[in-house]
């Protein structure tokens, strides 16, 4: 098969694979992937387009099938990314963000204009990552009954990222990162039929490893913004000996390895020709030790440099809110933790088509480490007058922790089918509370998570499908969820950013969470015509709707998203056959719909939010040839 296609934005894409007889018993599938497009968000100030798409893929398997009880396939894939990425729109702006557009000779700030920014030329977004992985399937029936099935897999990614990080028109903030990411895993089941028992045995382990390098330094500009920013208390003289560029956080090292292992069973009992059974069990241990490992300082503000983890007091005189990229205490800290998870549920039939179920699950999520140089300040606090962590070495290690989130869910619903099994109608109602809910929030630097407290969800959903008649079919979604935060008192999502123009930031308690609209609807239609003995004409619409949302963790009305409605099409013509071909015109987005993914509060720019849009109307022809 062969696949090609073209679109706006400069998009090019490819695809291809090929099923090679190697012996009787043996095959192997090649397949490959390309995709390039332009970004959509022009800067206005360099010309330059983000949010670009630079995207290969290989992947190879060999299949070994030597008799009718042995199967065996191995998996190598690897891609590769090389693009520019991640960039922000301003939503709303500050004095802060004036003051340093001023910085820089003829920027305007693209306010309230769709895909538009503004960055420091010469400060480019860079997203590179490589993902290699292996793997190995072995399958072995071991009766008629009893299955043996073992999965062994290898996984390492490196990425590089680069980002101007003050996400504005003045050199203020630097970012670039590195991270490599080995993994390795094996699972092994048993699973068979014993009366009227379908049995499921396992167990799985897993080891991985973490370096992430990060520095963020200060740029050509960030004197003369911190002189301006302080009303001349600062001179200019004074900032350059303070923030020099190419100082702050000169580096900074985390590492993390960890290992976890589990043992596990489900089940299903046919008590009755129409009543069944299902009961699943799994326990599970995670063992981490991570933190960070280095943390260099060279910045003046500070009290002189370089430091390595946290150093001395930084200079007699200067404000607090002045003293940028201070020391960080490194870090240890170590978490061994064991929790039983399960399903239990009944399932009885109502008719041959409609079943019913009830269900009840018990849920975990591991607990971890912040790889975040603020982990431990933003749970310690600095001291206002030294601008160093506050707490002694052990609090430090236990401020970069969050905890093991765990959930309760309960379901009913009901699966059915009518009319001859062409109109199938599933439902189901849900109720789950999360205890110390992992909040995983980007505050405009890097993404940290808090255990933020109790979150409950409930609500419904109907979805399923209809064909109404020969080349005519419909799909359809609709869910309905209530996803609030807990009654505590304390609940506060912290820090605040109450600074002008923004309205103050609300306790979280009870309140809707953020990117959880209460209404989200789908539909989907496909219809196809015979124009010729094998040539068929399709169309294909597909449309999705959600209510509005706030797409910030803190919840600050600032950052809410309107209701979306996002419509996605295809039109072509198809030939049948195992040599058939396709050609097809397609677009996404067809209104060109804006809408925020995430919004928060601008980096080093108290008052102003930015945000990263959503991708607006792409669309395309693409041909696919198949031999």
Same mark, same amino acid.
């Given at each position: 098969?062969?696949?090609?296609?073209?679109?706006?934005?400069?998009?090019?894409?490819?695809?291809?694979?090929?099923?090679?007889?190697?012996?009787?018993?043996?095959?192997?599938?090649?397949?490959?992937?390309?995709?390039?497009?332009?970004?959509?968000?022009?800067?206005v100030?360099?010309?330059?387009?983000?949010?670009?798409?630079?995207?290969?893929?290989?992947?190879?398997?060999?299949?070994?099938?030597?008799?009718?009880?042995?199967?065996?396939?191995?998996?190598?894939?690897?891609?590769?990314?090389?693009?520019?990425?991640?960039?922000?729109?301003?939503?709303?702006?500050?004095?802060a963000? /004036?003051?340093?557009?001023?910085?820089?000779?003829?920027?305007?700030?693209?306010?309230n204009?769709?895909?538009?920014?503004?960055?420091?030329?010469?400060?480019?977004?860079?997203?590179?990552?490589?993902?290699?992985?292996?793997?190995?399937?072995?399958?072995? +029936?071991?009766?008629?009954?009893?299955?043996?099935?073992?999965?062994?897999?290898?996984?390492?990614?490196?990425?590089?990222?680069?980002?101007?990080?003050?996400?504005?028109?003045?050199?203020?903030?630097?970012?670039?990162?590195?991270?490599?990411?080995?993994?390795?895993?094996?699972?092994?089941?048993?699973?068979?039929?014993?009366?009227?028992?379908?049995?499921?045995?396992?167990?799985?382990?897993s080891?991985?490893?973490?370096?992430?390098?990060?520095?963020?330094?200060?740029?050509?500009?960030?004197?003369?913004?911190?002189?301006?920013?302080?009303?001349?208390?600062?001179?200019?003289?004074?900032? /350059?000996?303070?923030?020099?560029?190419?100082?702050?956080?000169?580096?900074?090292?985390?590492?993390?390895?960890?290992?976890?292992?589990?043992?596990?069973?489900?089940?299903?009992?046919?008590?009755?020709?129409?009543?069944?059974?299902?009961?699943?069990?799994?326990?599970?241990?995670?063992?981490?030790?991570g933190?960070l490992?280095?943390?260099?300082?060279?910045?003046?503000?500070?009290?002189?440099?370089?430091?390595?983890?946290?150093?001395?007091?930084?200079?007699?005189?200067?404000?607090? /809110?002045?003293?940028?990229?201070?020391?960080?205490?490194?870090?240890?800290?170590?978490?061994?933790?064991?929790?039983?998870?399960?399903?239990?549920g009944?399932?009885?039939?109502?008719?041959?088509?409609?079943?019913?179920?009830?269900?009840?699950?018990?849920?975990?999520?591991?607990?971890?480490?912040?790889?975040?140089? +603020?982990?431990?300040?933003?749970?310690?606090?600095?001291?206002?007058?030294?601008?160093?962590?506050?707490?002694?070495?052990?609090?430090?290690?236990?401020?970069?922790?969050?905890?093991?989130?765990?959930?309760?869910?309960?379901?009913?619903?009901?699966?059915?089918?009518?009319?001859?099994?062409?109109?199938?109608?599933?439902?189901?109602?849900?109720?789950?509370?999360?205890?110390?809910?992992q909040?995983?929030?980007?505050?405009?630097?890097?993404?940290?998570?808090v255990?933020?407290?109790t979150?409950?969800?409930?609500?419904?959903?109907?979805?399923?499908?209809?064909?109404?008649?020969e080349?005519?079919?419909?799909?359809?979604?609709?869910?309905?969820?209530?996803?609030?935060?807990?009654?505590?008192?304390?609940?506060?999502? +912290?820090?605040?950013?109450?600074?002008?123009?923004?309205?103050?930031?609300?306790?979280?308690?009870?309140?809707?969470?953020?990117?959880?609209?209460?209404?989200?609807?789908?539909?989907?239609?496909?219809?196809?015509?015979?124009?010729?003995?094998?040539?068929?004409?399709?169309?294909?619409?597909?449309?999705?709707?959600?209510?509005?949302?706030? /797409?910030?963790?803190?919840?600050?009305?600032?950052?809410?998203?309107?209701?979306?409605?996002?419509?996605?099409?295809?039109?072509?013509?198809?030939?049948?056959?195992?040599?058939?071909?396709?050609?097809?015109?397609?677009?996404?987005?067809?209104?060109?719909?804006?809408?925020?993914?995430?919004?928060?509060?601008?980096?080093?720019?108290n008052?102003?939010?930015?945000?990263?849009?959503?991708?607006?109307?792409?669309?395309?022809?693409?041909?696919?040839?198949?031999?």
């Amino acid at each position: 098969m062969v696949k090609a296609g073209i679109g706006n934005y400069n998009d090019r894409e490819l695809e291809g694979m090929i099923n090679l007889p190697i012996a009787q018993d043996l095959a192997l599938r090649v397949s490959g992937a390309y995709q390039r497009r332009d970004g959509f968000i022009k800067d206005v100030r360099t010309h330059d387009r983000h949010q670009s798409l630079d995207r290969v893929l290989y992947r190879g398997m060999l299949l070994w099938e030597p008799t009718d009880k042995l199967s065996w396939r191995g998996t190598v894939d690897y891609s590769e990314k090389n693009e520019d990425c991640c960039v922000a729109d301003y939503r709303i702006v500050g004095a802060a963000t /004036a003051l340093q557009t001023s910085l820089a000779p003829g920027a305007v700030i693209p306010l309230n204009t769709k895909y538009r920014s503004i960055s420091t030329p010469g400060r480019p977004y860079i997203e590179n990552t490589d993902d290699l992985g292996f793997s190995s399937h072995l399958k072995i +029936d071991l009766t008629d009954d009893i299955t043996f099935k073992s999965i062994l897999a290898h996984r390492k990614f490196d990425g590089h990222n680069a980002v101007d990080a003050d996400f504005g028109a003045a050199d203020i903030l630097y970012q670039v990162s590195d991270v490599t990411q080995d993994l390795n895993s094996a699972e092994t089941t048993l699973n068979g039929r014993w009366g009227k028992l379908d049995w499921l045995v396992g167990a799985y382990y897993s080891d991985e490893s973490i370096d992430y390098r990060l520095a963020t330094t200060y740029g050509a500009d960030v004197k003369t913004f911190v002189s301006a920013l302080s009303g001349g208390a600062i001179s200019p003289a004074t900032a /350059a000996a303070l923030y020099p560029t190419g100082g702050g956080n000169t580096g900074s090292a985390f590492s993390q390895d960890s290992s976890s292992y589990s043992f596990f069973t489900h089940n299903q009992f046919q008590l009755t020709d129409r009543l069944g059974a299902v009961v699943g069990v799994r326990y599970n241990h995670e063992k981490k030790n991570g933190g960070l490992d280095s943390y260099s300082t060279n910045s003046p503000s500070c009290g002189g440099g370089p430091f390595n983890g946290q150093g001395a007091a930084p200079p007699p005189g200067l404000p607090g /809110a002045f003293r940028v990229l201070c020391p960080r205490p490194t870090s240890r800290s170590d978490i061994s933790e064991s929790a039983t998870t399960g399903t239990a549920g009944l399932n009885y039939k109502l008719a041959d088509d409609i079943m019913a179920y009830v269900s009840y699950s018990h849920g975990y999520k591991a607990g971890g480490f912040n790889l975040d140089r +603020d982990a431990a300040a933003s749970v310690l606090g600095i001291n206002p007058a030294s601008g160093l962590v506050t707490g002694t070495q052990a609090q430090v290690n236990e401020a970069v922790k969050f905890k093991p989130e765990f959930s309760n869910s309960y379901e009913f619903g009901v699966r059915s089918q009518f009319l001859d099994r062409r109109l199938t109608v599933n439902a189901t109602y849900f109720h789950t509370t999360y205890d110390d809910f992992q909040l995983n929030n980007f505050n405009g630097i890097a993404f940290s998570i808090v255990n933020a407290g109790t979150v409950k969800t409930h609500g419904f959903e109907v979805e399923g499908s209809w064909q109404a008649a020969e080349g005519l079919s419909f799909t359809y979604g609709v869910s309905h969820v209530i996803a609030k935060w807990g009654d505590e008192p304390a609940l506060q999502f +912290d820090p605040p950013d109450n600074a002008a123009p923004l309205p103050p930031n609300l306790p979280l308690a009870g309140r809707t969470l953020n990117n959880s609209p209460k209404w989200s609807i789908s539909s989907g239609m496909h219809y196809e015509h015979g124009v010729r003995e094998t040539m068929k004409a399709f169309i294909d619409l597909g449309a999705s709707y959600r209510t509005s949302l706030i /797409a910030g963790a803190n919840l600050n009305a600032a950052k809410a998203q309107g209701d979306t409605l996002l419509v996605n099409g295809r039109i072509g013509l198809f030939t049948t056959g195992e040599d058939g071909w396709e050609v097809a015109l397609w677009g996404s987005n067809l209104t060109n719909a804006y809408y925020r993914v995430v919004a928060f509060d601008s980096l080093f720019q108290n008052g102003s939010i930015s945000e990263f849009p959503g991708t607006p109307r792409t669309y395309g022809v693409t041909f696919r040839k198949a031999f």
